[in-house]
């Protein structure tokens, strides 16, 4: 089941430890900015709540994980102002994820694309099925992944990176996305990953949580200025989904 809200729905539950946040919207799990903005504030409010030491983020429905950035509101952009404030959903996302104190487990039923690329790449350990199909295709409307660049390339290295951006028509399957490290495991049905994960989460909050938070520090190791780094990076895509080229680009999806 998924929801019908026009700005998506974000449900959390906290259960012997582990705290899930699920999302959902009716375009494909994409994220308009208000959402993007609840789903910041959530896992900040993880990030200062002892009883969770482990956080499951997943999507609604059995399709498509997440179809990044709302389409709908990227048409709306007409300043300049309008636009870094866009993208700085997705890098307050990611540094929400990357600053939290608490391991994340992604769970990733479906395809993802753009900025649910990043959402994946910023979690510390990521399960998927088959069909977790992944595509960069901002240079198909004019744009780039300039705000989730930092998160994917550390995780998959900067060849993989370049192959994700620039092949930007084309499907990577979740088999690629193991062999390149976005994916620790991939299996065959959702139930099968439901099942690890819940094991897997279980045994993590079974750990000393001090261990578990010092863990998470490593794992983040130089990415301090990431900050003032992602903010830049929304400029960029603010000033580009500006340019005749994407206000073109964007006209002829919509109307497709």
């Known amino acids: 089941m998924t929801t019908s809200r026009q700005n998506g729905s974000l449900y959390t539950s906290i259960q012997k430890n582990i705290a899930t946040i699920e999302f959902g919207h009716p375009a494909s799990n994409s994220f308009p900015s208000e959402l993007l903005e609840r789903l910041t504030k959530e896992l900040k409010s993880f990030a200062t709540n ?79 099925t088959e069909n977790a199909s992944i595509k960069l295709s901002e240079f198909t409307i004019g744009i780039g992944p300039f705000v989730i660049e930092p998160v994917v390339k550390r995780k998959i290295g900067l060849a993989a990176l370049s192959e994700l951006t620039l092949d930007a028509t084309s499907w990577q399957t979740a088999y690629w996305a193991k062999e390149k490290g976005l994916y620790a495991k991939v299996f065959e049905s959702i139930t ?22 010092e863990m998470k520090k490593v ?27 994407t206000k073109n680009a964007l006209a002829k999806f919509s109307k497709q």
């Open 50 to 128: 002892d009883a969770v030491s482990i956080i499951i983020l997943k999507s609604e429905g059995e399709k498509a994980f997440c179809a990044g950035a709302s389409f709908d509101e990227l048409i709306a952009i007409s300043t300049l102002e309008e636009g870094e404030q866009f993208f700085a959903g997705f890098a307050n996302v990611i540094n929400a994820m990357r600053t939290c104190g608490k391991l994340i487990i992604g769970r990733v039923q479906g395809k993802t694309v753009g900025g649910g690329v990043g959402l994946a790449a910023a979690c510390d350990y990521v399960l998927a």
């Open 192 to 213: 099968e990953l439901d099942n690890e994960i819940e094991l897997f989460a279980q045994k993590l909050a079974s750990y000393n949580p001090q261990a578990l938070s």
């Open 219 to 245: 794992l983040w190791e130089n990415t301090n200025h990431w900050s003032a780094l992602l903010s830049e990076r929304a400029k960029i895509s603010g000033e580009l989904v500006l340019s005749e080229f």
